[in-house]
């Protein structure tokens, strides 16, 4: 199996392995960390459609977050509406607004689109703060429901953690298909140079609007499994701050790859973890980290550590290619 291989599998089986290994997890410290750092996780591979594949920047990711995780509040507290069901609302609105969100923006590039989906996030935070009829501002929506999974509440944060590890195990898979297929390629071609996009006949809109859809509906996702853990929402979990967070957490983890998001979050919440204990200074070793980091590492850990084994394995290989010629020379 050559590495390319070996980097695909190997995350993915460990995936599994969390999956069906998360309900034996009894530690409650744990298990809340690891259960919004999987719901993170997904948040990244959403923001890691557009940033890495397409390119575009997005700083209002925050608002699909918060409107997938409002519908599933709100479906459910006050319509009684299945949590199922209220999950596929959540992927449809969230899809619909991408859409809608990039119909007006795909024409702009670097900061103009970054200012543009930054007023966007700001606009679903204000609404959700200040419409209280609907969202109880900032008081937030409380008791909301967990799915039933074969009969198996999922209020249990170790159920819950099986229940969103495999959610993120679709998501990368499906990802992974997209981004190796046509639409993939187009993805690709666009974020590299547009004109030259354009001139092999890619329909250049089309495509970001696409990623637009996809990259909000799966946001939206994150959402849903978020309102259903904390079975509480409120406004500012969905601010600018989350947008950033997200944005670095994928550009330090490694952009257009498709566990680069997902190490960076582990690294992120690892190191918030670790500093907890830091008090006032905390956010200062914080931001350290993270500008050494990326100082060193500009491409990102995922890419740094795959070229890293690549050489490793690439050397090895090397080595004894050259071992057998020798004593073949030797032989004759």
């Known amino acids: 199996m050559n ?14 392995l969390c999956v069906f290994a998360s309900p034996y ?7 809340n960390v690891l259960n919004l750092a999987v719901i993170s996780g997904i948040l990244a591979v959403s923001v890691n459609l557009l940033v890495g594949y ?3 920047l997005s700083l209002g990711h925050a608002g699909f977050y918060g409107i997938g995780a409002y519908t599933v509040a709100l479906l459910t507290t006050k319509l009684g509406c299945p949590v199922w069901l209220s999950f596929i609302a959540a992927f449809v609105i969230c899809s619909l607004t991408g859409l809608a969100l990039g119909l007006p923006t795909t024409k702009l ?3 103009f689109l970054g200012i543009a989906t930054l007023g966007f996030g700001i606009i679903i935070n204000v609404v959700i703060n200040n419409w209280i009829g609907l969202t109880n501002g900032p008081m937030g929506v409380r008791d909301i429901p967990s799915p039933t999974v074969l009969g198996i509440s999922m209020e249990y944060p170790n159920y819950f953690l099986a229940f969103a590890a495999a959610f993120l195990l679709v998501i990368v898979l499906i990802v992974h298909f997209i981004v190796n297929s046509s639409v993939g390629r187009a993805w690709r071609c666009l974020r590299k140079d547009e004109i030259t996009a354009q001139v092999c006949g890619i329909n250049v809109y089309g495509y970001k ?18 309102a259903s853990f904390m ?10 701050n989350q947008s950033i967070t997200i944005v670095t957490t994928t550009i330090l983890g490694g952009a257009g790859t498709l566990f680069g998001p997902l190490l960076g979050t582990g690294i992120l919440t690892f190191i918030s973890e670790w500093l907890r204990d830091f ?7 914080y931001g350290a980290i993270l500008v050494v980091m990326i100082v060193f590492m500009p491409q990102g850990v995922y890419p740094y550590l795959k070229s890293t084994l690549a050489k490793l394995f690439g050397s090895g290989k090397k080595r004894r290619v050259e071992g057998v010629r020798s004593d073949e020379r030797r032989a004759h």
Not at 3 to 16: A, Q
Not at 231 to 240: C, H, K, R, T
């Open 231 to 240: 079975q509480f929402v409120s406004p500012e979990a969905f601010d600018l």
């Open 3 to 16: 590495t390319k291989r070996l980097l695909f599998w190997f995350p993915l089986l460990g995936g599994l």
């Open 279 to 285: 008090q006032e200074l905390r956010l200062v070793f």
């Open 54 to 56: 397409t390119g575009q």
């Open 109 to 111: 590039k670097g900061h």
């Open 209 to 226: 609007l696409l990623a637009f859809s996809i990259s909000g509906g799966i946001a939206g996702i994150a959402g849903a499994l978020y």
């Open 25 to 31: 997890i009894q530690n409650l410290y744990l298990l």
